[in-house]
């Protein structure tokens, strides 16, 4: 590693996710990266929270918890993660799901593209040439997935491929430009929201092709009152109304 490497934060929101999570943080410390992880964990039931104090214990200085009290969505997650991960000093943001859905062998890539190129945000994208959904999805999942992409750049003509991604790598630069503290959606369409404050200062988002799997242990935090608020947010962006 190199003496002027960036400073790479991953934030990893949590809940319920004890089984993967060591998982996820062994293959996270073993990439070839100056690297630290923060874990956000929204008051796990299944003891997630004392599982990540195990591991940062374990690994101290290179493993965080920011334990929150409530479970209240991705969003509010990530905005304490992120503005956490910018107040110790990172570089660069890694935001990537917990599940094992996102392969952490990318953020190599993902971060030698924010060095090597003007992006200011690289997206690990499904949808791009050489990427691919998990070969477990059910068709009408992988068809949804594809509804939602083109129904958000149809409305906010992003230009990306994969525009509810979840897993993504910021300059922390952009991050403070886009004003991440203030941002007010929550679960998935807390994604969208990023991309199109980026997208709107005119910013390059760039993709990188990663193959997503389904998730490890557990269940999906998809639910209906996350889908409807992600079907409703690309037009509340567009038309400039209130997100809160």
């Excluded at 209906?224 to 409703?232: F, G």
Aim: charged content about 25%.
């Amino acid at each position: 590693m190199e003496e002027n490497s960036p400073k790479v934060t991953v934030v990893v929101p949590t809940y319920n996710e004890r089984d993967n999570l060591p998982k996820l943080v062994e293959q996270l410390l073993a990439l070839p990266l100056d690297l630290r992880v923060l874990v956000v964990d929204d008051d796990s039931p299944d003891g997630t929270g004392a599982v990540a104090d195990e591991l940062a214990a374990a690994s101290p200085g290179l493993v965080g918890v920011l334990h929150r009290v409530e479970k209240d969505g991705l969003g509010r997650a990530y905005v304490e993660g992120i503005s956490r991960a910018l107040d110790e000093g990172a570089d660069i943001v890694v935001q990537m799901d917990a599940d094992l859905s996102h392969p952490a062998g990318t953020i190599p890539v993902m971060v030698d593209t924010l060095l090597t190129t003007d992006a200011a945000v690289v997206l690990g994208s499904r949808y791009v040439p050489g990427g691919s959904a998990a070969g477990e999805w059910a068709w009408h999942r992988r068809a949804l997935s594809l509804w939602a992409n083109f129904y958000v750049d149809t409305i906010l003509r992003l230009g990306v491929k994969d525009a509810t991604a979840g897993f993504k790598a910021w300059r922390a630069q952009t991050l403070r430009r886009i004003d991440v503290q203030s941002v007010r959606s929550n679960g998935y369409a807390f994604q969208v929201e990023m991309n199109y404050r980026a997208a709107k200062l005119g910013l390059p988002i760039a993709e990188v092709p990663i193959t997503f799997e389904e998730r490890a242990e557990g269940v999906s935090k998809m639910t209906l009152k996350v889908q409807l608020e992600s079907a409703a947010m690309p037009w509340k962006l567009r038309f400039g109304r209130d997100l809160g």
